[in-house]
């Protein structure tokens, strides 16, 4: 099949490739840009494992095509701390032992970032909805919400 | 117990909650898995898998494959020298030869330079199959003249129960079944079983059954495959253990194992089923044919198709007691579904049920059964939440019609330290006792009448609590382990063991406590099958109680090389020095010492005559740790829908000695949530022709953040005489009670006792619907 030219901004840079018009944006991140952070858990949306934010809202990468980036703004976990410091929510993460096998780490915190653009203050109910959509098999959550909870009541309130 | 090492100043190591060293690495995503591999010229894999759960294979046309562009090796079973027909086991059958005995098993396989033509190459391959009839449920199975699974002869495999099991093999008396597709048996008895029943006042007979479940880990399993000039093979591969991969494709391919090499790569989760080689085998012989990189990537269909999951097990029991709460006698029939072959751990689940609670009289028949199913295996503490689930909501039910209190009584008949088992062995030194009473202490427990009371009130369903008792006997396994003193003064241990829990970290503090060095100056490194010293399995709860055992003594050994050489460079006795903040100093003469670095350095200077520092141990273990969990559910049911909602859940464990706090938690609230899963909403639905019904992360219901509530830890310590620092296994006894724990809520709360599982909200409310 021929392939299209996509146009994109991933993670602050505009980037230009090919890609099969079949290729879902997950296939594109990491097989074509080498962006292998997010993960495939199941390919079918269940596990959240792939998610990343486009145009700043959260979605399982393996449910969008990579043509359907065309023109938008892409940010994966390799996006998520572009300072090179680590972002509030993945220091918070280390601290409270979050990450054991880790396999579900960068698309739970891509959905928990999400969480916390939302609902800057979130209670412990808009955090668990928030990130229900990410299966995580080691932790049992409790660690992860502990984490979340943390960062949300350090950040800075929000301005206006 | 281990020799904890004096100095006047308090080392940082065991006992600290740290977070892992990796921890960074994961939360950017830089960690990498299988699949993030992708050397030059990889091709892609992908299998062609069996639409039928019993078939004969008639024909197999892979010439329109072999001619789609791109393609670069098609394989069929006739193309693999050596296959055998009566497959030792599912690994050794790495495509079926003449006949499929399972939906999803693989067929052929095919590498191509993208996956979209190793699919559509698959697609093109024409297979003519003969329906056969199928056992798909394993009481038909065990039937004499069920439809056969195993071709007639082939041995079964006990190897997964010497890897997991802590329990010596009963000796068994049975004899050998003409029911084809019983493939193993167990039959452990003692005193007289008819003559204790008839005296018994209260005889309670139920059956208990767990369906299959997946093991769940979130990474699918994936190796990549590739082979160099000289005929070595090197395998990345997302495994519990690098070194049992490395024998098993051994014997699978014929090769010799100096003639492979594992890397371990991150392992995104096992649990169990990542012990065992799965797809390494076909994946090899795909790279070698095409003579090139090879990476398989399962997906998540493949692996609740055709993975390894959890055996379905059935427990026919039968107890009795007297009026005076004495218990009297034991009877039961445990039948484990092994699906299409063999290697479930069956003398476990035998001699667990009847060796918990001291029953003088007993007898347990023991089947494993096969079926037209994917063959399973181990899953965190295997077939135990199963065991437990039958025996601690029998002894409730017991409790209840003798109309005591269901603790006392449990801790009346609990086992301890020195009381037979079932196979005859002793019990060791264990916290079973210690955790149910800390767990009756809890005021979810106490308050529990108060809570009942709710029920009906202010809008609330029907409100209970329940709890159960749960536990595992970890396995053992040599090990090794060297310790290196670096010249900048720091520590770097290595071992063979695959890191999934944060057991490096763990290991890394037991290091740093025998040696005398804070832990930020120790590393620790997992090394492939080349480098590494030989090393067990991430399973059966023992890394830390046995390569912990090997760091913790080869840390000692490079601590005395060290003094010695200290010893002799300041002219003092070894026994008057001391490891100080990275010196080594005379006690009580502070000012007197030479640094850790410069003993380093001098290990690794041009012409030097001090030998470097290397600690080694490389123990075998002959004394295990018990280990015990109980836990606590306070939940409220929907009596119209047959909800359950959890609004408390507490796990009390005995960790022997929590080297890592934080880690231990983890673990605690990881194998809670995994215990409660089983307990709640997860099954593997077969329809009468054996396909799976739920083969997605939709249908099948693993329990999400929104479905639960903070899981409440509370850690206790009763030392392992042997563990290191008095440390046991952790790993598998949170998986254990949930399943009893919460059908005694939901008794508690509806008046309804459930025996199967899940209960899931249609069984609880039509259970309801059936009593009123």
Known sequence: MAKHVLNSTINGEAVEILVQPYDTLLDVLREDLRLTGPKEGCGTGDCGACTIHLDGKPVTSCLVLGMQARGRSVTTIEGLAMTGALHPLQDAFVRHGVPQCGFCIPGALMAAAAVLAEHPKPTEEEIRYGIAGNLCRCTGYTKMIAAIAEAAAAAPARRG | MATVMKTTREVKGVGLSIPRADGAEKVTGKTEYVADLKPKGMLHAKLLRSPHAHA?????????????????????????PGLKKKAPTRAHAVLAIDRVVFVGQPVAAVAADELAIAEEACDLIQVDYEVLPAAVDPLDAMQVGAPPVAEAGTEA????????????AAKSEAKPSKAVNISQQAKINRGDLAKAFAESDVVIEKTYRIPMVHQGYLEPHAVLAQWDQQ????????????????????????????????IPMECGGGFGGKIRALCEPITAVLAKASGRPVRYVMTRREELDAGNPAPQVIIKLKTGCKRDGTLMALDADTIIESGAFSGAVLTMSAVFIAS?????????????????????????????????????????????????????????????????????????????????ARIAEHPLWKNRKAWSAQSGKNGRGLCGTGLAVGGWIP????????????????????????????????????????????????KITTGDTDVAPMTGLSAGSKTIYTVGTAVLEAAKDARKQT?????????????????????????????????LASIGKKGNLYMSKIPPVLGVSHPAFAVQAPAFAAELAKIEVDPDTGQTTIHDFVVVQDAGKAINPLGVEGQMQGGAVQSIGIALTEAMMYDKNGRLMNPSLLDYRKLTAADLPN???????????????????????????????????VHDATGVRLTELPLSPERIALAIAARS
């Open chain 2, 56 to 80: 004969r294979i008639k024909r197999i046309d892979v010439s329109k494959a072999k001619a789609l562009p791109g393609v670069r090796a098609v394989i069929v079973a006739a193309d693999i």
């Open chain 2, 157 to 168: 495999d006990t190897s997964e129960a010497l890897a997991h099991s802590g329990v010596a």
């Open chain 2, 231 to 262: 005929g070595q093979l090197t395998l990345w591969a997302s495994t519990q253990g690098s070194f049992n991969t490395r024998s098993e494709v051994a014997d699978i391919l014929g090769l010799e194992e100096n003639q492979i090499k594992v």
């Open chain 2, 356 to 436: 918990v609670y001291k029953f003088p009289n007993f007898e347990v028949r023991g089947f494993e059964v096969l079926t037209h199913k994917p063959s399973i295996a181990a899953y965190r503490a295997p077939t135990a939440p199963h065991t437990f689930f039958a025996i601690d909501s029998q002894m409730e039910l017991m409790a209840q019609a003798l109309g005591v209190d269901a603790v006392e009584f449990r801790m009346r008949h609990l086992m301890q330290e020195g009381d037979p088992m079932a196979n005859g062995q002793k019990w060791q030194s264990n916290g079973a006792k210690q955790v149910l």
């Open chain 2, 475 to 522: 396995g053992l396994q040599p090990t090794g382990a060297t310790v290196r003193l670096n010249p900048d003064g720091s520590l770097t241990v290595l071992t063979g063991q695959v890191d999934i829990a944060g057991t490096n970290i763990a290991l890394a503090q037991i290091a740093a406590s025998a040696y005398g060095l804070d832990i930020d100056k120790v």
């Open chain 2, 563 to 595: 003094l010695q050489i200290a010893a002799a460079e300041m002219e003092a006795a070894v026994e008057d020095l001391e490891i100080e903040d990275g010196r080594v100093v005379v006690r009580g003469v502070p000012d007197k010492g030479v640094t």
């Open chain 2, 711 to 745: 899981i409440e830890t509370i850690i206790v310590e009763v030392p392992a005489p042997a563990g290191p620092f008095g440390a046991r296994g952790v790993g598998e006894p949170p998986i254990v009670p949930a399943p009893a724990a919460l059908a005694n809520a």
